[in-house]
Each structure stands twice: as C-alpha cells, then as structure tokens.
C-alpha cells in the first residue's frame, strides 16, 4: 500500500507564494499518475491539477491556470505543486492523491490512494 504524505501548508498573503510536496513511500510510485485536490470549509473536494506517470502531460482546473505549476521527481517519489499569485478563495486543505491515469482525475476519479492533506490559509 502506498503512503502519500503532504508537506508545504501554511499561512501566506494573498499574491505570495507556496510550494506543496507530496512523498509517496514506494517506489511503484512512478507508475502511477498523481493529482492534487484542495476542500475549502464547507465545500467538495476540487481537482486543482494532475500530471501523468512520467510528467510529460498535465492538467488544471481552470482556477488555477497560469499560477499553479504541478510537477514530479521520480527518483525521489516525490509530486509538487508549485503556488503563485494566491489568492484568499486558494484557502483550502489540499490533498494529494495516486491514480491510474491523469485523465481520470481530471475528472475527480480514479484515485486509488490519498494523503492526509495540508492546509494552505491565504490572507487578504
């Protein structure tokens, strides 16, 4: 069973900057595409980005185009996501979560694990 542990969260002003990690604990990792997913209070779980297996293909919610980058390092397990310009209605836990295939969620399915989340507060 993979583990996915997120790291990054924390408290920034609106237009600043953050970058999320995501540590996956097996190396099986690289097989798998990978997506971030973010719930503000009181709101669905949102897709916020995916990339495929080998990060030559990625995709984004609208929301987030041009300010969020996702990115991975095989070799080291990891998956990314890059913030720019935030904005207060980015305040959400985000998550991070392994599927079989990007376009699959894309479309909010397909996850077979999912980490705990962190929480990014994005201050006005």
């Known amino acids: 069973q993979v583990q996915l542990v997120e790291s990054g969260g924390g408290l920034v002003q609106a237009g600043g900057s953050l970058r999320l990690s995501c540590a996956a604990s097996e190396r099986t990792f690289s097989g798998y595409a990978m997506g971030w997913f973010r719930q503000a209070p009181g709101k669905e779980r949102d897709f916020v980005a995916a990339i495929n297996w080998s990060g030559g293909h990625t995709d984004y919610a609208d929301s987030v185009k041009g300010r969020f980058t996702i990115s991975r390092d095989n070799a080291k397990n990891t998956v990314y996501l890059q913030m720019n310009s935030l904005k207060p209605e980015d305040t959400a836990v985000y998550y991070c979560?392994?599927?079989?295939?990007?376009?699959?969620?894309?479309?909010?399915?397909?996850?077979?694990?999912w980490g705990k989340g962190t929480l990014v507060t994005v201050s006005s």
């Open positions: 979560a392994s599927g079989t295939n990007l376009a699959t969620l894309a479309s909010g399915g397909g996850m077979n694990y």
